[in-house]
């Protein structure tokens, strides 16, 4: 049993590519899930959904630990504590509306987990051609969507300007382009705090997308004789130590 749920996380089979595929697809359609509730009153109805969503995620949690060679230093990584407060918000009912936002700490996981940028690379050429700038747009997406659940969960209940998830978005996004309204302010030391955070990370996050977007296209092909990894798509040499390369093109019958 042990080994066959190994083989689902880890091996290379259509059947494991499916099943991590999956497990994407469910992290998306949870993130939504939460996005599109924090804007209704709770209700019977998604409490008994949290249970669900909950008790999936605790599934996956316990098979991934029971897995792991190295247990100690699973627990270091934050990958694994989103996955916990995860499961806490999803589960507890005492967690109410606001803790229970922080279950969009689990955006964390989309594309970092379950070796999926590395079956995306073999999949999907369109990938290959624009990783670079998919993966700053990626890691752009899950700070604003990580952000938000933290200034919805934190201000949601004590300040009256944050009403759902699209009052914290918005603030978010005006804070981080440095536009800066005015109409929506965190209140307390943490709320500043919190928006020093979003200005400081965010418009790295920013200008790193604007630089990829704007030089010029990188291809990934290593070199084999120094290792160098980038090169220009129309490149036949390497320009470090000018070995031949041979860059992998689409081509047409």
Same mark, same amino acid.
């Given at each position: 049993?042990? =080994? /066959?749920? %190994?083989? +689902?996380?880890?091996?290379?089979?259509?059947?494991?590519?499916?099943?991590r595929y999956g497990l994407l697809a469910f992290d998306i359609a949870a993130t939504l899930y939460v996005v599109a #509730? =924090?804007? *209704? #009153?709770?209700?019977?109805?998604?409490?008994? #959904?949290?249970? &669900? $969503?909950?008790? &999936?995620?605790?599934?996956? *949690?316990?098979?991934?630990?029971?897995?792991?060679?190295?247990? /100690?230093?699973?627990? +270091? /990584?934050?990958a694994t504590w989103a996955d916990i407060i995860a499961i806490i918000s999803f589960l507890a009912p005492i967690a109410g509306e606001g803790l229970g936002f922080l279950r969009i700490l689990r955006t964390l996981r989309l594309l970092h987990s379950y070796q999926? +940028? %590395?079956? $995306?690379?073999?999949?999907l050429s369109y990938f290959r051609r624009h990783e670079e700038v998919l993966l700053a747009a990626l890691n752009l997406m899950v700070f604003l969507f990580v952000t938000?659940?933290?200034?919805?969960?934190?201000?949601?209940? /004590?300040?009256?300007?944050i009403r759902n998830y699209a009052d914290a978005f918005y603030f978010t996004v005006t804070t981080l382009t440095?536009?800066?309204?005015?109409?929506i302010t965190l209140e307390g030391t943490s709320g500043r705090l919190l =928006? &020093?955070? &979003?200005?400081?990370?965010?418009?790295?996050?920013? $200008?790193? $997308?604007?630089?990829v977007l704007f030089r010029? =296209? %990188?291809v990934r092909q290593e070199c084999q004789s120094c290792g160098l990894l980038l090169h220009d798509a129309d490149a036949v040499h390497c320009k470090h130590c000018g070995e031949i390369i041979r860059i992998k093109t689409e081509g047409s019958a």
């Open positions: 049993m042990l =080994s /066959r749920i %190994k083989d +689902l996380y880890e091996a290379e089979t259509t059947a494991a590519h499916r099943f #509730t =924090s804007f *209704f #009153t709770r209700s019977e109805t998604i409490e008994i #959904t949290d249970m &669900v $969503l909950g008790t &999936v995620i605790l599934a996956d *949690f316990i098979a991934r630990l029971a897995i792991e060679t190295e247990r /100690r230093r699973h627990f +270091l /990584r934050l999926l +940028l %590395k079956r $995306l690379r073999t999949d938000t659940g933290l200034i919805y969960a934190l201000q949601y209940g /004590r300040n009256d300007d440095t536009t800066g309204f005015g109409d =928006s &020093v955070g &979003v200005m400081i990370v965010g418009v790295t996050l920013f $200008l790193r $997308l604007a630089q010029p =296209s %990188k």
